[in-house]
């Protein structure tokens, strides 16, 4: 049945589209795609890039060039009559158009919109062709210049053919075609509106105009028409510009994003024909922070939590459709986050639509990240790039802060070769530049924050550059990159005590985590799940405890490409809260936990289900995340009860063999999960059902996503059981990484190999009589690993040879490997495999002996035959 107000918001739209005469398509489907890496054409649709598979296997050796984009289109001849543009919403990073040959126009930037005017090169009444080269080669005089992240090459968003009348808003500008509304003074009583916007006479005759604003309120009711003649001449462009009062107006924010409506018309005088329309939704909020207060939207105190967002996702590169803009959004608020920040750069239009009307704050930046160019070439493209942001999104009441750098000190100061005076000159222009960058913000939008993110360096406060916007974001990573989790609330405290007047954002924090890598015991650069949590559970409360710290942006929402890091999936950033594919990491129900007002509850361990106490007598910890006070945890016939703390109730359970039906609940809502228990004393006796797999040199399990096959922890060998006899675990940098964090070659499974146990002896099973197979893992960790054979050498050779690396395998005392030297016979960084065949009386010890420097073992796997 349909209301009156449906057939009113029918009709409303219907008028819209029968008088309207701007035609606006999407011309996103089969274009002819070459590059200068392959020559070959296929046919592909926009949204796309080239990068979406190699920046994922040949790391930072990925595609940077330029790819050409072809396509016929044939032009009616009435089209004469209009004008006929090309609309891009994004590609990266250096667009030329062509038609016919004739280039229409160029733009640098990969990360906001753009439009070209294509009416004078067509051809009408025939078919055009339409060419379109994209660049992402690096060039010093566009940001990014360099950051942890892929600079996808591409056409990586929608693409529109936009026909209007010859008489039009104009377009063709850095704004590309958005008007302007400006909310100066808002309050509960009323609110100051302005709508300005261009228009331009294509047509050959003055024309008297009637120009109109019709403002709709959040319920689609009509407000108000505003109208004015304006006479325009062939050629000239004038901006128009209406004001008005809302009194008692619906405020938007995050519990209520209420939005309302503006239509722009233009019409002839004395004519009800529309010429050419445009529309936009706005809000009307106010907002200030302080270091007493925090942040005050509509004169009452949040805190911001959220997360930071990179665009890309798994086998798409960042060529993603609405749709996943849409769910990633969605799934943000479900977490509870009332704050994005779009890092490290404008993301696509439709992602401020979504924050508008879900209710999620937003700091969006430009990507100047990490290094600047001392040219006027990149400070003017910088400066080109803020006011295409601003412009285009300045009508977003989600958006609060404008962002003016990132990091932009860091490759100076880890730049070992720069010299003084480089570094000087390098400080000079970086301050300049947020100078102006500041300049200009304010100049287009002097009601919103600026802000920067910096890194942990007092370079920032040294220079003088972190008192150039309102407020500053510091990305801290204590208890990952710098020790110690209790260092975050001492840095954030010195910084407060010396700099009492300036309102602290956290713009960045968190540490990687590997779903398939869980443990008990976590440790810095583990990468276990159990790790990100401990470390987010810590800042979520030291963030709370301080009052001018009035925000903070996880790292990251979902892991992202970054071609040159390595760690346990090469070529990947994990500190998402979310994996690449968006399947949810235990972190995120923690901060549900931690920031949702309905009640939930959740049993951590998704991918924990698999436990391996040493006997009944150890402990098993169960994690369960809630806002209740109170949980009931039923497994199988019996009931235990935990308080909540920080979201967190830890129930510590003596569980028999088997599996184990979990139930937690706070008397509202409950939630399940099943779990197999496995004693380790009893894998050895019970070897002819399943087989033994240890991850050697760590104390993490790991989990094969392929297999399902869970290698276990490692443990020193003992009477009757089985384990390591000698050696210690492998540390190629001893404040870090346990293992070495290098991409090993020839497996999927990286972290199985990139920790070890060098130096070992001997790995025993006390296994009965019977036929096995033992299979051993190995890896070089070492760059320089020498490829030398020790036949011929002496004792004083060997020893001089860096590097060198040999050993035998012997398992019950007969040499089944001679000489093994993983650089020499498989590569360094390279996953080895090699089974053995065993037949043994007694128990079974895989012995190394070493012929020079030190044996090491990643993994063992041994099975009953």
């Not at 710098?482 to 010195?494: I, N, Q, T």
């Not at 992202?560 to 390595?566: A, L, N, T, V």
């Not at 990947?572 to 972190?587: A, C, E, T, Y």
Request: one cysteine or more.
């Amino acid at each position: 049945m349909k209301t009156a107000y449906h057939l009113f918001v029918l009709s409303f739209f219907l008028s819209l589209n029968l008088f309207a005469q701007r035609n606006i398509q999407t011309i996103n489907s089969a274009w002819e795609f070459s590059s200068e890496k392959n020559e070959k054409t296929e046919i592909v649709n926009i949204p796309h890039t080239w990068n979406d598979e190699d920046a994922f296997r040949d790391g930072k050796e990925y595609f940077r060039g330029k790819g050409i984009y072809q396509k016929t289109l044939f032009v009616p001849q009435e089209w004469q009559q209009q004008q006929a543009f090309l609309k891009f919403e994004g590609s990266n990073q250096i667009t030329t158009v062509f038609v016919n040959d004739k280039k229409i126009g160029e733009h640098r930037g990969g990360y906001t919109g753009f439009v070209f005017d294509i009416s004078e090169a067509l051809n009408y009444g025939e078919a055009n062709q339409l060419r379109i080269e994209v660049d992402n080669a690096h060039n010093t005089d566009i940001p990014p210049l360099d950051a942890d992240f892929n600079f996808y090459g591409g056409i990586y968003r929608d693409l529109q053919l936009i026909l209007t009348n010859k008489i039009h808003f104009e377009l063709e500008n850095e704004a590309t075609g958005n008007m302007i509304i400006k909310t100066p003074d808002v309050s509960a009583e009323n609110a100051q509106v302005t709508f300005e916007s261009q228009i331009v006479n294509h047509s050959e005759t003055t024309k008297n105009l009637q120009v109109s604003v019709d403002i709709f309120s959040p319920e689609k009711q009509k407000i108000e028409t505003l109208s004015k003649q304006v006479q325009l001449s062939p050629a000239e462009n004038k901006s128009v510009s209406f004001s008005k009062e809302i009194n008692h107006p619906e405020l938007w924010s995050p519990d209520a994003p209420s939005l309302y409506y503006a239509v722009a018309k233009i019409s002839e005088e004395n004519s009800e024909e529309i010429l050419d329309e445009i529309d936009s939704k706005f809000g009307l909020r106010w907002f200030e922070v302080s270091t007493e207060k925090g942040f005050v939207l509509n004169g009452k105190p949040i805190k911001l939590i959220g997360a930071n967002r990179h665009q890309d996702f798994k086998g798409l590169g960042n060529a993603l459709p609405n749709k996943i803009h849409k769910s990633d959004y969605k799934t943000i608020k479900e977490m509870g986050a009332n704050v994005i920040r779009t890092a490290h750069y404008p993301q696509d239009p439709e992602v401020y639509k979504i924050c508008d009307e879900l209710g999620l704050l937003v700091w969006t930046e430009v990507p100047v990240i990490n290094d600047v160019t001392d040219t006027d070439a990149y400070h003017d493209v910088s400066l080109k790039m803020q006011r295409e942001q601003i412009l285009q999104f300045y009508n977003h009441p989600s958006i609060v802060m404008w962002g003016l750098m990132n990091e932009i000190f860091i490759r100076l100061v880890f730049n070992n070769q720069i010299t003084e005076e480089e570094k000087t000159a390098k400080i000079k222009t970086s301050v300049e530049l947020a100078e102006k960058l500041e300049k200009e913000t304010k100049r287009l939008d002097p009601d919103r924050l600026t802000v920067m993110a910096l890194h942990e360096n007092e370079l920032y406060n040294e220079s003088g550059i972190a008192d150039i916007p309102d407020v500053i974001g510091w990305n801290l990573y204590f208890g990952w990159y710098s020790p110690g989790l209790d260092s975050f609330g001492e840095f954030l405290d010195d910084q407060h005590k010396r700099y009492p007047d300036r309102p602290l954002f956290i713009s960045e924090y968190g540490p990687g985590a590997d779903s398939r890598i869980q443990t008990d015991d976590p440790k810095p650069w583990d990468y276990s799940e159990s790790y990100q949590l401990k470390l987010h559970r810590s800042y979520l409360n030291q963030v709370q405890e301080r009052d001018f710290v009035f925000g903070m942006t996880a790292w990251n929402f979902a892991d992202f490409g970054s071609s040159f890091r390595q760690d346990s999936r090469p070529y990947i950033n994990q500190k998402g809260l979310v994996n690449i594919d968006r399947s949810k990491k235990d972190i995120y129900h923690y901060y549900q936990a931690r920031l949702l007002e309905e009640a939930f509850i959740y049993i951590a361990g998704k991918n924990y289900e698999k436990r391996y106490p040493k006997d009944q007598n150890d402990s098993i910890t169960i994690t369960v995340f809630s806002n209740a006070e109170e949980v009931k945890l039923k497994v199988d016939d019996s009931e235990f009860t935990s308080e909540v703390d920080d979201g967190i109730a830890v129930f510590e359970l003596s569980l028999s063999e088997g599996k184990h039906q979990l139930t937690a609940t706070d008397g509202t809502v409950s939630h399940s999960r099943e779990i197999e228990v496995k004693y380790r004393k009893n894998l050895v006796p019970e070897i002819d059902q399943n087989a033994i797999m240890i991850n050697v040199g760590t104390h993490v399990n790991f989990t094969d996503e392929i297999t399902g096959e869970t290698w276990i922890s490692d443990q020193e060998y003992s009477d009757g059981s089985f384990g390591y006899a000698g050696g210690e675990v492998y540390q190629k940098n001893s404040s870090k990484f346990q293992g070495t964090a290098s991409d090993i070659q020839g497996t999927e499974d990286d972290p199985l190999f990139q920790t070890m146990r060098e130096g070992i002896e001997a790995y025993k099973f006390d296994v009965k009589e019977g036929n096995y197979r033992v299979t051993l893992l190995f890896a070089e960790p070492e760059y320089n690993a020498s490829e030398e054979n020790i036949y011929n050498l002496s004792e004083a050779e060997k020893k001089e040879i860096s590097g060198l690396r040999s050993f035998d395998v012997k398992i019950n005392g007969k040499t089944l490997s001679r000489d093994f030297n993983l650089a020499r016979d498989f590569g360094r960084l390279r996953a080895v495999e090699i089974s053995y065949e065993v037949i043994t009386e007694d128990g079974i010890s895989v012995e190394f002996k070493e012929n020079s420097g030190k044996a090491l073992l990643s993994g063992i796997k041994l099975e009953k035959l």
